[in-house]
C-alpha cells in the first residue's frame, strides 16, 4: 500500500483532500494526526470564530487542519517542536490569520482561565495528562460547558497482570501512562469536573496504526512487528470527550503551573526579641 492509496480513504473524506507529501512532512510521531483530528472532529461541534487550544500539537498539522476545516482560531501548542518552524509551517498553508504558534509546557500554559471555547489533544495526552491531578489544571482554561477532547494511541482494554510477552519487547518505561477509554472515562468522571459526552475505541484502530507505519515508517520494524502480533487485541486508537461542569469549584493548591507560586501575604514580624536575658540559656 503506498502513502496516497492510505491517504485516499472514503473513512476520512476531510484528510483524503490534503496532499500526501504535506501530511508526510507534517507527521511528528506514530499516527496521522489528520486521521484522528478528522475523528474527533465528528463528534466535537466547531463554529467560525471559536477559541480552541491544540495542546500538544506536534508539527502543527492538527491546528492547521481545524482552522481549515471549520473557521476555527487556533492556539497551536507544543514543548517539543520549534513554534518558529511551525510557524513557518501555518504562513506556508495560508492559515496565519488563525493559527498562533506557541511554545509551551503542558504543566505551564500561558493562558487565562476560560479563555478557550475548546481544547483538544491529538497523541500526545498520555505524556503529560494522566497525573491524578492535571484534569483540575486543565479545565480552567476552557469555559464551562466547554468540551476536551483526547484522541490518540491507546489500549483497548487495561492488562489483567503482566504485560502480554508480545509486547514486552515495544514496552517502553513511557508507555505506562497509556490508557484505555475506559480508563480515561474513569479517571476524569471521578472528579466531578467533567461530564464525559463519549469515550470509545476506533474500529481496527490497530490496523490503521500498522498501516500507517508500514507506509510512513517502514524501518521501525520492532513497533511493526508488535502490531501485527497484536492483531488489535490490546493497541488501537482511543477518543474521549469530557465537558467542564461550571459549578465545580476548581483548586489552586491542587495543582499550581510549574512557574506559580503559591499566593500568600507577608506579615511582617520583628526577627530578635526587643528585651531578653542571656542568663536563661545558661
Known amino acids: 500500500m503506498t502513502l496516497d492509496d492510505l491517504l ?25 494526526v489528520l486521521w484522528l483530528t478528522e475523528w474527533l472532529s465528528d463528534k466535537m461541534e466547531f463554529r467560525p470564530g471559536m477559541r480552541v487550544l491544540d495542546l500538544g500539537s506536534g508539527r502543527a498539522a492538527s491546528s492547521i487542519f481545524l482552522r481549515n476545516e471549520f473557521g476555527v482560531e487556533v492556539w497551536s501548542t507544543d514543548l517539543w517542536f520549534s513554534a518558529t518552524e511551525n510557524r513557518e509551517r501555518i504562513r506556508a498553508a495560508g492559515m496565519e490569520d488563525g493559527v498562533h504558534p506557541i511554545h509551551a509546557d503542558a504543566r505551564s500554559l500561558p493562558f487565562a482561565s476560560e479563555f478557550f471555547d475548546a481544547i483538544v489533544c491529538i497523541d500526545s495526552f498520555p505524556y503529560f495528562g ?10 480552567r482554561f476552557v469555559k464551562p460547558d466547554g468540551l476536551i477532547g483526547v484522541a490518540g494511541a491507546g489500549l483497548v482494554q487495561e492488562f489483567d497482570g503482566p504485560v502480554p510477552e508480545h509486547l514486552k519487547q515495544f514496552w517502553s518505561q513511557d508507555l505506562w501512562s497509556m490508557h484505555s477509554a475506559k480508563w480515561l472515562r474513569r479517571h476524569w468522571e471521578r472528579t466531578g469536573i467533567v461530564t464525559i459526552d ?85
Not at 494522566?130 to 479545565?139: G, K, Q, V
Not at 510512513?216 to 470527550?241: C, F, H, K, W
Not at 489552586?252 to 506579615?267: E, G, K
Request: glycine fraction near 6%; include cysteine.
Open 198 to 282: 463519549l469515550a470509545e475505541t476506533m474500529p481496527d484502530g490497530g490496523q490503521l496504526w500498522l498501516n500507517w507505519h508500514q507506509a510512513m515508517q517502514p524501518d521501525n520494524q520492532r513497533e511493526i512487528e508488535t502490531l501485527v502480533a497484536d492483531q488489535g487485541r490490546n493497541l488501537s486508537y482511543i477518543r474521549v470527550i469530557g465537558r467542564r461542569q461550571g459549578e465545580v469549584q476548581l483548586e489552586d493548591y491542587c495543582w499550581p503551573a510549574t512557574m506559580q507560586p503559591i499566593p500568600a501575604d507577608y506579615v511582617s514580624h520583628p526577627l530578635l526579641r526587643t528585651s531578653f536575658d542571656a542568663t536563661v540559656i545558661n
Open 8 to 32: 485516499t480513504s472514503s473513512r476520512f473524506p476531510r484528510t483524503s483532500r490534503y496532499h500526501p507529501e504535506w501530511i508526510k512532512s507534517s507527521a511528528g510521531g506514530g499516527a496521522n
Open 130 to 139: 494522566t497525573d491524578d491531578l492535571y484534569l483540575n489544571y486543565l479545565a
